[in-house]
């Protein structure tokens, strides 16, 4: 960032400690509706259209570092066999041999230099191209060159690779959008995976995630964890297009800077900016990564559904290269025995929660401006399902509109005209 975005950030950190009300441009949020969190026709839609046209995280390349190395991954269900091509490239493919369907491997990761199907011996190279066929002479009018695996969408960002299953879908870099370009000081591109684990909860997906996407829990849940790092009413909200946003608060006045995520003989990130060094930096990418990123790690939560009232956590954590120390762990115990306390924290109560939203008394969900990016989510999902897809009832009304949308920032005319004022 540069010096005068900081300077805006600051004084948006004093703006958000000294309102007495939501800033006097920002709209009023309807209640979401309850039916999003335990109606079987939402999750459908779900299904349908936010797991099958949005950009997921799907895997680090240090999972597969040469050619020919390849995984399973399945979180969106369905099956995807993701491949190191080589010369930095990986692709993507549906885990289906085009001969009967069965799946093209079965080791949740290995290294080949074809794939090939065990079932009838149908090989295939890395880039999803069809190869051999057993007794090609019984197969009359087979046209090889149609029968390559089916491929899906993959593009990476620095290390990550993402995946999406609508071919009309943006490039990764347009659905980021502004993310990643702040993204480049964090060197994705350097950083290695360090940890990746996976939690069973029993809650809907977005009620875990969304507990991870605001900061007016933290009084309540985090009094002794993350209260003392982070000033959470000088916390200051942007949102993205494509439902992104960005959460940034400084730490308390008086106490030290941010610690958090810092390690033993940990190398640091050298090219994190001020805000980054000094503040809770955190990202929320639709439509299910949430994450704070500093100069010791860049730790991503990826919340998967696995019913209509479970969900999936996903624990990373990347880092620069930590030599012969233990590798970083930003979220767990004991490598992956248990979650750390901060989201046992977050995530102990979810189960309470779903028996509650599944009650009769459970109407809708009252949203308030520190919440807000929660409610931005809910409209980008809505558009991207299609908002005439959806039953009226479930649906949430559009209300923060594009004024609101980064780099636009009502709050920045209103300081300026209360300035005005004061001097006068």
Known sequence: MDPQEINRIRELMEFEASRTAPPESFPELPDLPAGRYTDPRFFELEKEHIWRKSWMLAAHIDEIPEKGSFMLWERAGQPVVIVNAGDGRVNAFYNT?????????????????????????????????LLSIR??????GLRMEERGLIGIRCERYGNLIFVNFDDNAPTLLEWL????????EFQFDKCRLAARHIFDLDCNW???????????????????????ILDDRRNVNVFYPQGHGRMIAPAPRGSESKRVFRFPGAAEIPTVGEIGRTCTQSYGVFPNWVSP???????????????????????????????????????????????NQVLLEDTEFGNWIQKSVESYGFKGVPISYQEARIYHWHQTADRLIGIENIPEELRVKQVIGAEWMYPNDPRLEQMEREKGVSAG
Not at 177 to 184: C, L, N, S, Y
């Open 97 to 129: 041999c085009r001969h009967r369907g069965a799946p093209v491997v079965t080791d949740q990761c290995g290294k080949r230099s074809m794939l090939t199907c065990r079932y009838h011996g149908w090989s295939y190279n890395h880039d999803g191209k």
């Open 135 to 140: 007794d090609p002479e019984d197969f009359k």
């Open 177 to 184: 959008g502004p993310v990643a370009k702040e993204w480049e």
């Open 206 to 228: 977005k009620i875990a995630m969304e507990a991870n996407t605001e900061v007016y829990h933290v009084r309540s849940i985090h009094p002794s964890t993350v209260l003392p």
């Open 293 to 339: 990123l500093s100069h010791f790690a860049l730790p991503p939560l990826i919340f998967w559904p696995n019913g209509i009232n479970k969900c999936r956590l996903e624990t990373w954590t990347m880092a620069p290269d930590w030599g012969d120390n233990p590798a970083p762990d930003s979220w767990t115990v004991n490598n992956g025995e248990s979650l």
